[in-house]
């Protein structure tokens, strides 16, 4: 499938040094690259023994530490599972594992932000950290549908979107494209695009503009979705492109990221 690139979790090297570039874990800790490279973005999940603590390299782009289970603490906050830090570029922190851990962290493999995107450039004043708990930015939650976007481009500082969609019954997407690249990584259940399963733990990269669709397993299906900067979708060829976010969406406003 040009323009798709499936990553499997079980096909992914597990490392005892931290995978992601030039990321440092004091204490224990063991993780994986689950994001094909080359690729524009980039996808480790990983493991943290409690009090393990993850640095941040001197250049780095606008990131995200989603919290699958356990909790961090970050400069005396803390995000607990389902939670998610955001970490903009200009920021250092120092993420430490409260107990045992377990995370997936997203970033961009170029550490420059995006200035010429559909937001504009960034207002780079000061070294921000965002928690956001699990409720998320804007969510929105009815009958088997529980969406929640953790960061959807629109803070002022960052430009970075991660976000959280499910659906606990039987499900099939229409056939859409977005405007930049996308790391889709499914929590649980199974996603299927035509001959392809991918299972909790795989991450499915998307190109921009590529169209595709797929279907859920009949459980339904839960994902993270990573880009890293503002996108538009396209549902209908031919159709006019639609701005992604929370509240252009009518998603529930739940706290503010900027």
Known sequence: MAGITIVHAIDSIETESYAAPD????G???????????HSLWLVTAELAAGSQLQFPAQHGDEAVYVTSGS??????????????????KAHPVLRALQPTTI???????????SGG???????????????????????????????YYADSTCKTCRLTLLYTSRSVPYVSSTHSHSVDE???????????GSQVVKPGDTVAVAADRRYGFRSGPEGFGFLNY??????????????????????????????LR
């Not at 224990?28 to 080359?38: E, F, L, N």
């Not at 961090?72 to 570029?89: F, M, Y």
């Not at 928690?131 to 929640?148: K, M, N, S």
């Open 72 to 89: 961090l603490n970050v400069d005396g906050r803390n995000c607990p599972a389902q939670g998610t830090v955001v970490i903009e570029s």
């Open 28 to 38: 224990t800790s063991t993780s994986r690259i689950v994001s094909p490279q080359p």
């Open 118 to 148: 559909l937001n504009g450039p960034v207002d780079h004043e000061g070294d921000h950290v965002h928690i956001v708990g699990p409720g998320g930015t804007y969510a929105a939650i009815e009958p088997g549908r529980d969406t929640h």
């Open 227 to 256: 880009r890293s900067d503002a996108s538009q979708q396209v549902v209908a060829r031919g159709s006019e492109p639609r701005l992604e976010g929370g509240l252009v969406n009518g998603l529930t406003a739940v706290m503010d």
């Open 23 to 26: 990321h440092v874990v004091v």
């Open 183 to 193: 790391l889709i990584h499914v929590m649980w259940g199974e996603l299927r695009l």
């Open 104 to 114: 997936v962290h997203v970033g961009p493999n170029d550490p420059t932000v995006p």
